[in-house]
């Protein structure tokens, strides 16, 4: 996990070429610490954190217990990077990541996932993303791309707003090599139906799982970086960046109401610096707003905030 976290801000700071990371450590009086590394008003990033955190204790918060009652009465180890990228061009998507270890007496499982949130949407820079990560994917298991992009469509979605966060990626979580990949609530949903479909996978291991973890993360930078390098340059003016700003406020939503992370990290004492690094530096919210029809903002709501079968997309589509 520290692995990941310095070679993405080594990566990260060359793309920007103008700010550094500043870092943090921190300890937590009940057991642990972690690295907290933020860049601020860089020629790309507004704002980019990088968060590596490793805690352990005797009481498990009320968000774990919910879905592993099985964990009740053991003492718990968490370990975790995450990671939230803001740029200040609004051609340029903002991203998140986040792969994680748990254990509690008996009890452990990986979990985490990336998904991007561009604001002026293009095709090819969410297939390419969804490509990339499905490459990761069927290095280890042809089922997880497919079990995984579902659920991360269910999860990183607004419910108060009937709409996805952005164009996905890949979520997963309580995964212990046994059983189906989807372990989620939502039974109801396609992760699940497909996930049942396929029945009980062949067991995997530990060191299965953590080296399909390191897939994931490794894959991150050549999900993203190419759309940065794409994009940071294509001119903008007020009407982009007040809708950016707009949009930001969806991020704030999600990781306020829903965001487990968020949630586990302040039911544990987290450092709240830490934990609330993922929300942007500046955000609007406006009354009642709604896009004009046939522009790129009405785009972004009609094509992109629905589930779309990315790693299928072809130019010609369009």
Same mark, same amino acid.
């Given at each position: 996990?520290?692995?990941?976290?310095?070679?993405?801000?080594?990566?990260?700071?060359?793309?920007?070429?103008?700010?550094?990371?500043?870092?943090? +450590?921190?300890?937590?009086?009940?057991?642990?610490?972690?690295?907290?590394?933020?860049?601020?008003?860089?020629?790309?990033?507004?704002?980019?954190?990088?968060?590596?955190?490793?805690?352990?204790? +005797?009481?498990?918060?009320?968000?774990?217990?919910?879905?592993?009652?099985?964990?009740?009465?053991?003492?718990?180890?968490?370990?975790?990077? +995450?990671?939230?990228?803001?740029?200040?061009?609004?051609?340029? /998507?903002?991203?998140?990541?986040?792969?994680?270890?748990?254990?509690?007496? /008996?009890?452990?499982?990986?979990?985490?996932?990336?998904?991007?949130?561009?604001?002026?949407?293009?095709?090819?820079?969410?297939?390419?993303?969804?490509?990339?990560?499905?490459?990761?994917?069927?290095?280890?298991?042809?089922?997880?791309?497919?079990?995984?992009?579902?659920?991360?469509?269910?999860?990183?979605?607004?419910?108060?707003?009937?709409?996805?966060?952005?164009?996905?990626?890949?979520?997963?979580?309580?995964?212990?090599?046994?059983?189906?990949?989807?372990?989620? /609530?939502?039974?109801?949903?396609?992760?699940?139906?497909?996930?049942?479909?396929?029945?009980?996978?062949?067991?995997?291991?530990?060191?299965?799982?953590?080296?399909?973890?390191?897939?994931?993360?490794?894959?991150?930078? +050549?999900?993203?970086?190419?759309?940065?390098?794409?994009?940071?340059?294509?001119?903008?003016?007020?009407?982009?960046?007040?809708?950016?700003?707009?949009?930001?406020?969806?991020?704030?939503?999600?990781?306020?109401?829903?965001?487990?992370?968020?949630?586990?990290?302040?039911?544990?004492?987290?450092?709240?610096?830490?934990?609330?690094?993922?929300?942007?530096?500046?955000?609007?919210?406006?009354?009642?707003?709604?896009?004009?029809?046939?522009?790129?903002?009405?785009?972004?709501?009609?094509?992109?905030?629905? /589930?779309?079968?990315?790693?299928?997309?072809?130019?010609?589509?369009?």
């Amino acid at each position: 996990m520290k692995n990941l976290q310095d070679e993405i801000t080594q990566a990260l700071e060359k793309v920007d070429g103008v700010a550094q990371f500043q870092e943090d +450590s921190w300890e937590r009086p009940e057991g642990g610490g972690g690295r907290s590394r933020v860049l601020r008003d860089g020629a790309i990033f507004e704002q980019a954190g990088v968060n590596f955190s490793e805690v352990w204790g +005797s009481h498990l918060p009320p968000s774990i217990l919910a879905q592993r009652p099985e964990a009740a009465g053991h003492k718990f180890y968490a370990t975790g990077t +995450s990671l939230v990228l803001h740029p200040r061009n609004p051609y340029v /998507p903002t991203v998140h990541l986040n792969y994680r270890y748990f254990e509690a007496g /008996p009890v452990w499982w990986f979990g985490g996932g990336a998904d991007l949130t561009p604001y002026y949407p293009f095709a090819e820079d969410a297939a390419h993303f969804h490509k990339t990560l499905k490459q990761a994917c069927d290095a280890h298991h042809p089922e997880y791309y497919p079990v995984f992009k579902r659920w991360c469509d269910e999860y990183f979605y607004l419910k108060h707003r009937g709409e996805t966060r952005g164009v996905g990626g890949l979520f997963f979580d309580y995964q212990d090599g046994r059983g189906s990949l989807y372990r989620g /609530p939502n039974t109801d949903g396609e992760a699940a139906k497909y996930s049942n479909q396929l029945g009980a996978i062949t067991p995997r291991g530990w060191e299965e799982l953590f080296a399909f973890a390191q897939s994931c993360g490794g894959a991150f930078l +050549s999900a993203y970086v190419p759309i940065v390098e794409r994009r940071h340059k294509i001119e903008y003016g007020d009407r982009q960046r007040n809708f950016q700003l707009y949009r930001r406020g969806r991020y704030v939503e999600f990781n306020l109401v829903y965001d487990r992370g968020t949630i586990f990290g302040l039911q544990t004492n987290g450092r709240t610096e830490s934990i609330l690094m993922s929300l942007p530096p500046l955000v609007r919210w406006e009354y009642g707003y709604q896009p004009e029809p046939n522009t790129h903002e009405a785009e972004l709501y009609e094509t992109f905030l629905k /589930p779309q079968d990315w790693v299928n997309w072809e130019p010609s589509h369009t």
